[in-house]
């Protein structure tokens, strides 16, 4: 019978120390139980005909999630002989989901630390051919090398290693096979033939047992700081507040694994960045790496493996003295930098977990390596990507998961709950209004008010709909076909501020009534447009990642030179939908920026989001609600250079 879920106060107090995030006897010895649950189970089931990362990823995976889950959701405290039976039978249903209040899935940010530690897993050993004959023993521990690894890929962990949130799991059988080994190796064995079965080299049980230690103590201090503050977000990040002791054994396993795979002084450099890249992404629970994070390991790399050619080339260490004398040191400095600037790397790998997935590859590639010799040149690679510049996809803010596996779902009530619950940080809001006073708004050419408060917001944006009796939805603005007349200037490329309702006519006769919950939303897409904190700065980041550069520096424009007659936030209210375009423009200025000097270009950027209403009648009114969807709260953000005139 699986031992409740729930967990105590007293329990809780009992588990940590006074500082929650130091964990005390009790609560180190339930990470070590669950870590040894794990290996164990994962020692005695593997395929020894199979390679060790097909064996990590189909053996591994599931009850590493199982235990997650476990330790960040469910109960933790060792309650008698029955855990071992209850974990054993979790780990071998694949189907087996924990109920009692726990969410259904990971979060984002657990799921990728759960990826990058299957990475780290399936790195401890390189690729190999089998070992010849069925004797011997075919576990590989600290002292073996192997002889292949996956080259560093900018980026992270790929579409199908991590990232997106979601379960954290994969389709397989619903049933696992008993735990009698005899079966399994008998269930592995190649069909008879000429040739004998030929084994593949697995981890060592000791070594797999200290990985999972470390991990299970990092969710077990997660969990210490959740039931500290059970009414705060999870704090999915802990390297700040690991003991020394704990950096030391991620330390260890680094230097370890990279001993054991690396055999000639041209593997070093890829080993070791591949080495240290994935136990980040695990430290700092995130799906891909910034550029900052790439060229600091890129660095270490490189200066270890400046030190141990020079050391093997006189003779002076063997490698594992090396090791030892430089790599370590390095490695201990690398940790202590991510445990001080562990926020600011986080924000920038999760700026670039967005650009990566809003960008395409290609469009991205060739504006950060191309060489612009002229304003000229711009313009016509702007004009030739012009299709691509205007159509760049905007997840909303507060869907989680969103890249990747999603995590949550697309329903009206999954939309509302999401929504909520990105608006409950009063930080956030509070800044997204400081930022939003500082537009220029109309509602259906109507200026709208300064507001103090969400709530204010909302009144205004109601007063204004409902102004007059008959809600006089703006006629269609049809723009006339044919030529451009002739004009000097050398783009026509330029981003006009437009209220175009194409495909929407007059409905002044109908008297409509807008729902309370709709100026409500109106009031939220307000924020999240005006936020440049948050998503209302998307458009300021990607064009920075576009056009910016060692050599320029992209900066929002503050002149007023330029009179905006709509607004630099439009809402259009119609029967069909809410249009929000949010308009801005930046400058980009030749590295250092003095304070005289001229922009050398400048960029145009609109971004849209279209609210679907339906409509409901009653009687004589037609009420106008929002009708929500899976592409609820996704904008298309347009980029485009200003108009620039023929030099004379």
Known sequence: MAPSMSTSPTATANATTANPATLNAAAAEEARYFAKSVATWFINTI????????????????????????????????????????????????????????????????????????????????????????????????????????????????????????????????????????????????????????????????????????????????????????????????????????IRARIGLIVQTYLRNVDCVRDVHTTLMTLVLTATLEVLAVEVWCPELRTTVDRLASEYEHKVSFASLAFLSSPDNSAGTHLVPLLTKYFEYLQTDWEALVSKCELERMLTAVLDDDLRHHFKTAVFHSVGHILDECRRERASLDNIALPPPWKEGVFGVAGGGDTSADVDSAMKQY??????????????????????????????????LAEHLGRILHSNSELCLSPRITKKKGRRRASNYASDFGLELESDLSGVESEASLVSKVDVGLVDALAMRLLVAASRTGAGGDAYFIVRDLFGGDEVEVVPHHSSSGKVNQGSIEIVVKLSGVLIKSHAKFDIFPKPIVSDSDALIQFHTTTTETISLQQSRVASFTTLKEKKSNMTGWRTLAIRPAYYKVAS
């Not at 401890?124 to 521990?141: F, I, T």
């Open 47 to 246: 395929d020894p005909y199979a390679p060790h990362a097909r064996n990590v990823e189909s053996r591994l995976r599931h009850p590493l999630h199982v235990v997650t889950r476990r330790i960040l959701y469910g109960n933790v405290h060792l309650g008698g002989d029955g855990d071992d039976d209850d974990l054993e039978a979790l780990f071998n249903d694949d189907d087996a989901e924990i109920k009692d209040g726990w969410p259904e899935t990971l979060t984002r940010r657990s799921a990728a630390r759960m990826e990058a530690f299957l990475a780290g897993c399936s790195a401890a050993l390189r690729e190999d051919h089998p070992l010849g004959g069925e004797g011997g023993d075919h576990r590989v521990g600290s002292g073996n090398v192997g002889d292949g690894v996956a080259p560093v890929e900018d980026g992270g962990m790929g579409k199908d290693a991590g990232g997106g949130g979601g379960d954290g799991k994969k389709k397989r059988n619903k049933k696992r096979e008993p735990l009698d080994k005899t079966s399994v190796v008998a269930r592995t064995r190649p069909p008879s033939s000429s040739s004998k079965p030929r084994r593949f080299r697995q981890i060592d049980l000791g070594d797999l047992l200290l990985r999972l230690e470390v991990y299970c103590r990092t969710l077990r201090r997660i969990r210490s700081l959740s039931d500290a503050n059970p009414s705060g977000p999870m704090e999915e990040c802990v390297i700040q507040r690991e003991p020394k002791k704990q």
């Open 423 to 456: 608006f409950s940080d009063p930080a956030l809001v509070k800044q997204a209004l400081r930022d939003l006073r500082r537009e220029v708004i109309t509602v259906n050419g109507q200026i709208l008010p300064q507001a103090q408060s969400h709530m204010e």
